[in-house]
């Protein structure tokens, strides 16, 4: 029973979708680093500085100043600006990310649309009878192919 269990697991584990999922969680993670550090690290320096040397990351409502027996209880609305930054910054490359892959979609369906026919008409009656077809089944005629 147990190693049932363990087999259907890894029939699971090891179909393609699972593993792409798995590969597109971890390069969403890494992104998800890349864009962090973009909006921290590059973006919001000059916002900070022309907004007169504000350093987002430090911008916070105290509720409850730190003591001896109690750490500091703060809003930090200055690194949530940052998250929304950052998320909107994901949000449009994924937006670009599948814009892409639905006009690339779209082009190949076109593609495969206007691909050989796969019927002629019969010189006799006109009806629609397959390429490789000798003899029209509609009038039986007899239909002389190319070689």
């Not at 993670?29 to 973009?38: D, E, P, Q, T, Y």
């Not at 994924?94 to 082009?107: D, H």
């Not at 649309?113 to 089944?137: D, F, G, M, Q, W």
Request: charged share 20%; aromatic share 10%.
């Amino acid at each position: 029973m147990i190693k049932n269990f363990f087999n259907e697991f890894k029939t699971f584990a090891m179909r393609g979708n699972v593993m792409d999922m798995a590969v597109g969680i971890i390069i969403g993670a890494a992104f998800g680093k890349i864009v962090s550090s973009l909006v921290e690290d590059v973006i919001m320096p000059p916002i900070g500085w022309v907004l007169g040397n504000v350093d987002f990351s430090d911008l916070k409502w105290v509720l409850v100043q730190k003591s001896a027996e109690a750490e500091e209880v703060a809003i930090k609305y200055g690194a949530f600006i940052n998250t929304i930054i950052s998320f909107i910054i994901v949000a449009f490359a994924v937006f670009i990310l599948i814009k892409a892959v639905n006009t690339l979609q779209a082009r190949m369906v076109k593609e495969e649309a206007a691909a050989a026919p796969t019927t002629k008409k019969c010189p006799y009656c006109c009806s629609e009878i397959a390429l490789e077809a000798t003899r029209c089944p509609h009038c039986t005629s007899e239909i002389k192919t190319k070689k």
